[in-house]
């Protein structure tokens, strides 16, 4: 049978070729939110709780299995390979969070989440007790910035649970097993519908649109700014008819107090609604740098 394409086995066209899912686009926190919805996908029903950046103290998810184990998880996202001194950091800081009581232990099982990869001394690290031991001391103090103490190193030499990997690969195989998470996470999505020339005079349709409004923008003020001070007064009496109606406010011929604007002003807001002519000869008196407005209809 010949394979034209990987679509029927969950990967979109954009992906056919790859051999593992593009990990290293993620940012480290989307990555172990695509870990935590894949082991809550694979295992309903179960508790798996997400810690992410809540000071997790070495635990990113945590996993409590059917017959009572208790699995720590440690996401690592990297573009490289994780060597063995990113290990033992790790496994130094976990041990010392268990130590000091951090961290709510036991943990039956460790597990690193790795992609790509780990290198052969990563590997041979978790894979073998002994090469943590003689590790351990030294793992210790560069973690801690001091000499740890006797029981830290102690308890790091004696402590030893199940620990695993699982990489890019097998991460991969199992991801592909959900089309939701790789509708989710590695689909792309079309933002715009159409084709280049769609697109082309959509956009000069929306800067014509732009162009012209600022052209009737300017028009506007320009009307304004042409307006002289003899100008202004006749149609701001106009404007303000009947606001020289108001007892003891105004009068044909007569200014505002300057003591009364501002209770004139906290009146008019509640008994009149300024035009639009008025708003206009305000901004034309602003625009002309008059200093004395005068203060009658």
Same mark, same amino acid.
């Given at each position: 049978?010949?394979?034209?394409?990987?679509?029927?086995?969950?990967?979109?066209?954009?992906?056919?070729?790859?051999?593992?899912?593009?990990?290293?686009?993620?940012?480290?926190?989307?990555?172990?939110?695509?870990?935590?919805?894949?082991?809550?996908?694979?295992?309903?029903?179960?508790?798996?709780?997400?810690?992410?950046?809540?000071?997790?103290?070495?635990?990113?998810?945590?996993?409590?299995?059917?017959?009572?184990?208790?699995?720590?998880?440690?996401?690592?996202?990297?573009?490289?390979?994780?060597?063995?001194?990113?290990?033992?950091?790790?496994?130094?800081?976990?041990?010392?969070?268990?130590?000091?009581?951090?961290?709510?232990?036991?943990?039956?099982?460790?597990?690193?989440?790795?992609?790509?990869?780990?290198?052969?001394? +990563?590997?041979?690290? *978790? #894979?073998?007790? /002994?090469?943590?031991?003689? @590790? %351990?001391?030294? &793992? =210790?103090?560069?973690?801690? !910035?001091?000499?740890?103490?006797?029981?830290?190193?102690?308890?790091?030499?004696?402590?030893?649970?199940?620990?695993?990997?699982?990489?890019?690969?097998?991460?991969?195989?199992?991801?592909?097993?959900?089309?939701?998470?790789?509708?989710?996470?590695?689909?792309?999505?079309?933002?715009?519908?159409?084709?280049?020339?769609?697109?082309?005079?959509?956009?000069?349709?929306?800067?014509?649109?732009?162009?012209?409004?600022?052209?009737?923008?300017?028009?506007?003020?320009?009307?304004? +700014?042409?307006?002289? *001070? #003899?100008?202004? /007064?006749?149609?701001?009496? @106009? %404007?303000?008819? &009947? =606001?020289?109606?108001?007892? !003891?406010?105004?009068?044909?011929?007569?200014?505002?107090?300057?003591?009364?604007?501002?209770?004139?002003?906290?009146?008019?807001?509640?008994?009149?609604?300024?035009?639009?002519?008025?708003?206009?000869?305000?901004?034309?008196?602003?625009?002309?740098?008059?200093?004395?407005?005068?203060?009658?209809?």
């Amino acid at each position: 049978m010949e394979l034209k394409s990987l679509e029927p086995f969950g990967l979109p066209p954009w992906l056919e070729g790859e051999t593992q899912l593009p990990f290293s686009k993620f940012s480290g926190d989307v990555f172990e939110i695509l870990c935590f919805l894949l082991l809550k996908a694979e295992n309903p029903g179960q508790k798996i709780v997400y810690y992410g950046k809540t000071k997790d103290q070495g635990r990113d998810i945590v996993r409590w299995h059917a017959n009572g184990d208790v699995e720590l998880i440690q996401c690592k996202r990297f573009s490289k390979n994780v060597d063995a001194s990113q290990v033992k950091a790790e496994l130094a800081k976990l041990v010392s969070n268990l130590f000091y009581k951090r961290l709510d232990g036991p943990f039956d099982r460790v597990t690193f989440y790795v992609v790509p990869d780990l290198t052969s001394g +990563a590997q041979g690290l *978790i #894979d073998d007790q /002994a090469k943590w031991q003689a @590790a %351990a001391e030294e &793992s =210790l103090k560069s973690f801690l !910035k001091k000499t740890p103490s006797g029981e830290l190193v102690s308890f790091a030499k004696q402590w030893w649970p199940e620990i695993t990997s699982e990489k890019a690969i097998s991460l991969t195989l199992r991801i592909k097993a959900f089309p939701d998470l790789i509708d989710e996470f590695f689909t792309l999505r079309k933002v715009v519908d159409g084709s280049s020339e769609d697109v082309a005079k959509a956009v000069v349709d929306l800067l014509d649109e732009r162009e012209e409004r600022k052209t009737q923008e300017s028009a506007e003020v320009c009307q304004i +700014a042409k307006l002289t *001070i #003899d100008g202004i /007064a006749p149609a701001f009496t @106009a %404007a303000s008819r &009947s =606001l020289r109606q108001w007892p !003891k406010t105004l009068s044909d011929g007569k200014w505002i107090p300057a003591e009364d604007q501002v209770s004139f002003a906290a009146r008019s807001l509640n008994a009149f609604a300024i035009t639009d002519t008025l708003l206009k000869l305000i901004a034309a008196a602003a625009i002309m740098g008059l200093s004395n407005m005068p203060k009658n209809g």
